[in-house]
């Protein structure tokens, strides 16, 4: 795929700082072998800072490790921070490839915009990727339903109490390597709704990918485990009666006549992989809808027999099937559900996109070593 960028800002020089002590060649194996999501990380990172007065300089590729911050840093008092997750994939020729990272580069601007963040260029954001994985590509693991799981975030790193933007702002993108999200095989996963917490209001910073969101889950989420389910999903805050999203990942229905419904709205992450996997449910001839679903349509549509299938799908996870939803006062699905055909069917697809086992006609794909 190719994008092209603005002249002006088509590339940034990099200063590239090499690991003095880089993980070995056999401990770097051993991770890939069986890697394990978010928890080794590569030798390098990216590091870009942003000021008032000197817009975005002083890139550099650096070797990861602490990050010195003031205790005044503004982040840690207003929690004014954003990130992005984007993943390598390395195809059958040992090419190493993203998926849609333009995408990723202008939703991070959406969030930077809603945080009084400075917004980086589309170009910068790419070209950050590409470095880290100049010197980080043999970190990219090869194996299937693997992959390098980037994360591309910024903070404001002011040192100031008052309330108001950060002037100054630090950009940085690490990495790791990621097997399957729930590990194993593809089971459906067990969902538990959260009645009492809500993840976002409307007008508030539900449509930015911020921390403060993901904290705002993770009581539900722990209530949600004790429940025995994977994850939690969560009602709107006007009327507690339409889906949203889970803590990290969006929700899709699929009907007895082939159609398939997601919800809308404002306070809902816009999800990469999930607009992907419509497109290609689209092209099937499936009708999407991109609307208001309540619980009750849910639950008595699961019923009757109008819903059939029910899956979740994000960048880490990318697409998984849910076998049941679990509330206080009901229960939708069972536990021994299998995988919907068509879930299963979309997920195939979009791996085999990434990984490059198919034609990329939408071209989606992008090149990072080179």
Request: negative net charge; charged residues 25%; contains cysteine.
């Given at each position: ?35 394990v999501f978010g928890t080794v990380f590569t030798d390098h990172m990216v590091d870009i800072c942003w000021s008032e007065k000197g817009g975005w300089h002083r890139p550099r590729v650096q070797p990861y490790g602490p990050i010195p911050l003031d205790p005044a840093a ?272 979309l997920r195939k697809e979009l791996l085999d996109i990434q990984h490059g086992r198919i034609p990329d006609v939408h071209q989606w794909m992008m090149r990072l070593d080179q």
């Amino acid at each position: 795929m190719t994008i092209e960028l603005p002249m002006a800002q088509r590339d940034m020089m990099f200063q590239i700082l090499s690991n003095s002590e880089p993980l070995s060649e056999d401990k770097r194996q051993e991770v890939l072998d069986s890697p394990v999501f978010g928890t080794v990380f590569t030798d390098h990172m990216v590091d870009i800072c942003w000021s008032e007065k000197g817009g975005w300089h002083r890139p550099r590729v650096q070797p990861y490790g602490p990050i010195p911050l003031d205790p005044a840093a503004a982040v840690l008092h207003y929690g004014q921070e954003i990130f992005e997750g984007i993943k390598a994939y390395r195809h059958d020729d040992g090419s190493i490839w993203t998926f849609r990272p333009d995408q990723n580069a202008l939703r991070m601007q959406r969030s930077a915009k809603r945080m009084a963040m400075p917004e980086l260029p589309v170009d910068y954001f790419i070209q950050a990727l590409r470095e880290l994985i100049a010197v980080d590509g043999d970190w990219v693991p090869s194996a299937a339903e693997t992959s390098l799981y980037i994360r591309p975030f910024m903070f404001a790193k002011e040192a100031f109490l008052g309330v108001r933007p950060a002037k100054k702002v630090a950009f940085y993108v690490i990495a790791s390597p990621a097997g399957p999200y729930f590990g194993g095989a593809v089971d459906p996963v067990s969902i538990w709704l959260s009645t009492t917490y809500r993840r976002a209001a409307k007008g508030g910073t539900g449509g930015a990918k911020t921390g403060g969101n993901y904290a705002a889950s993770l009581l539900a989420q722990t209530e949600a485990a004790e429940h025995g389910c994977h994850q939690v999903l969560f009602l709107d805050s006007e009327t507690g009666t339409n889906i949203e999203e889970l803590g990290g990942m969006n929700v899709v229905l699929v009907y007895k006549d082939g159609t398939v419904v997601t919800p809308k709205s404002d306070t809902i992450l816009a999800g990469i992989t999930r607009d992907s996997v419509l497109k290609l449910a689209e092209e099937r001839g499936h009708a999407i809808e991109r609307r208001d679903v309540g619980i009750d349509e849910w639950r008595e549509g699961s019923a009757s027999g109008d819903i059939v299938e029910a899956f979740a799908c994000g960048t880490a996870a990318t697409v998984v099937p849910i076998g049941q939803l679990k509330t206080p006062d009901f229960t939708i699905g069972s536990e021994d559900a299998t995988p919907g055909e068509l879930t299963m069917s979309l997920r195939k697809e979009l791996l085999d996109i990434q990984h490059g086992r198919i034609p990329d006609v939408h071209q989606w794909m992008m090149r990072l070593d080179q």
